[in-house]
């Protein structure tokens, strides 16, 4: 099992569908959420990640160019944390200045 490090650069990095798939489930949110904004990702992939629990995962994935399907925020309070543009490698959410 690679550790939440490598997962992030991997999914920040990679161009393989397969791989990104592969860590679409990840036990990290922050991979999650850059599975879903990686551009390679296939539309399958992030339509799975449109349904995810967490609301930083799955509003990245609507926001992805292939998400072919359609999730309603429009009742969802949407924070600076879920709008955050930082990349995932570098995100330190406790001691984020922006977050309150």
Same mark, same amino acid.
């Given at each position: @099992?690679?550790?939440?490090e +490598?997962? =992030? +650069?991997? $999914?920040?990095? &990679?161009? #393989?569908e397969?791989?990104l %798939?592969? /860590? %679409?489930?990840?036990k990290y949110?922050n991979?999650?959420? $850059?599975?879903?904004?990686?551009? !390679?990702?296939?539309?399958?992939?992030?339509?799975? =990640? /449109?349904r995810?629990?967490? =609301? !930083?995962?799955s *509003? @990245? $994935?609507?926001? !992805?160019s292939k998400c072919?399907?359609n999730?309603d925020?429009s009742? &969802?309070?949407?924070?600076? #944390?879920?709008?955050?543009?930082?990349?995932?490698? *570098?995100?330190d959410?406790?001691? #984020?200045?922006?977050? !309150?």
């Amino acid at each position: @099992m690679k550790t939440k490090e +490598d997962q =992030l +650069d991997i $999914a920040k990095n &990679t161009n #393989c569908e397969k791989i990104l %798939h592969s /860590l %679409h489930d990840s036990k990290y949110m922050n991979v999650r959420r $850059a599975v879903a904004r990686n551009p !390679n990702i296939s539309d399958t992939t992030v339509n799975i =990640l /449109l349904r995810d629990p967490v =609301l !930083n995962v799955s *509003y @990245m $994935a609507s926001k !992805n160019s292939k998400c072919s399907q359609n999730r309603d925020f429009s009742n &969802t309070f949407i924070s600076e #944390c879920v709008l955050c543009e930082d990349d995932e490698r *570098y995100l330190d959410c406790v001691s #984020c200045e922006r977050k !309150n």
